[in-house]
């Protein structure tokens, strides 16, 4: 059975980074991109970025272009995402879904809530 | 940036069909994926490919799309629908993914 399975909540001061994880099972994790989406309090869904290891591409979204990394582990079929210098408008549930924007994202991980607060 | 506009809300009764437009661009140009989500929980796939429904999502819901706008429509509406959907494409210009800003369908 495929399953992405999240880290637990964050709770996070302005300025700090915070690193989230993906692990994933029941598929050839190398085969598939894992895109990462979050979602603020009571707002719609917004593209983060994607990471593909068989492309060896990497994307982001402009809003957090130079405050992001994304990477995944092989070794461990696990996918991270690390976000620096944390605003208040980065509070939101962070998921990771297998695929991308082209192909579809099919299987998505249970959400990561990150609260950033002084 | 490209921009994908769906109506805020739909309404439907039991029964009915609810039909869910997402307009961009010359939308009918890309591969349209439509995710549903429920309060609470993760989105869920219901199309890909413009129209193909993954494995497990009923016939109830089928896609299009066309020129400047791409549909989801759900036939015979449940109380079990009524959720947030998304439209949702790749934009080649930017290398970014775009996501409509969602419908809100309720069941009356």
């Known amino acids: 059975q495929v399953r992405l399975v999240q880290s637990g909540a964050e709770v996070k001061e302005p300025g700090a980074s915070v690193r989230l994880s993906c692990k994933t099972y029941?598929?050839?994790?190398?085969?598939?991109?894992v895109t990462w989406v979050r979602q603020a309090p009571g707002q719609g869904l917004e593209w983060t970025g994607w990471?593909?290891?068989?492309?060896?591409?990497?994307e982001y979204a402009q809003k957090v272009q130079g405050r992001v990394t994304m990477t995944t582990d092989t070794s461990t079929n696990t996918a991270y995402m690390e976000l620096r210098g944390l605003r208040s408008d980065d509070t939101a549930v962070y998921y990771c879904?297998?695929?991308?924007?082209?192909?579809?994202?099919?299987?998505w991980g249970q959400g990561t809530t990150v609260t950033v607060s002084s | 940036s490209y921009v994908l506009t769906q109506p805020p809300s739909v309404s439907v009764a039991p029964g009915k069909t609810a039909t869910i437009m997402c307009g961009g661009d010359?939308?009918?140009?890309?591969?349209v994926q439509w995710y549903q989500q429920k309060p609470g929980q993760a989105p869920v796939m219901v199309i890909h490919y413009d129209r193909d429904r993954p494995s497990g999502i009923p016939e109830r819901f089928s896609g299009s799309n066309s020129g400047n706008t791409a549909t989801l429509t759900i036939s015979r509406v449940e109380a079990g629908d009524e959720a947030d959907y998304y439209c949702h494409v790749w934009d080649n210009d930017s290398d970014h993914g775009v996501f409509g800003a969602g419908t809100k369908v309720t069941v009356l």
């Open positions: 990471n593909s290891a068989l492309r060896g591409t990497t």
């Open positions: 879904a297998k695929g991308d924007s082209r192909n579809g994202m099919d299987v």
């Open positions: 010359k939308i009918g140009g890309k591969s």
């Open positions: 029941g598929y050839t994790f190398s085969h598939y991109a």
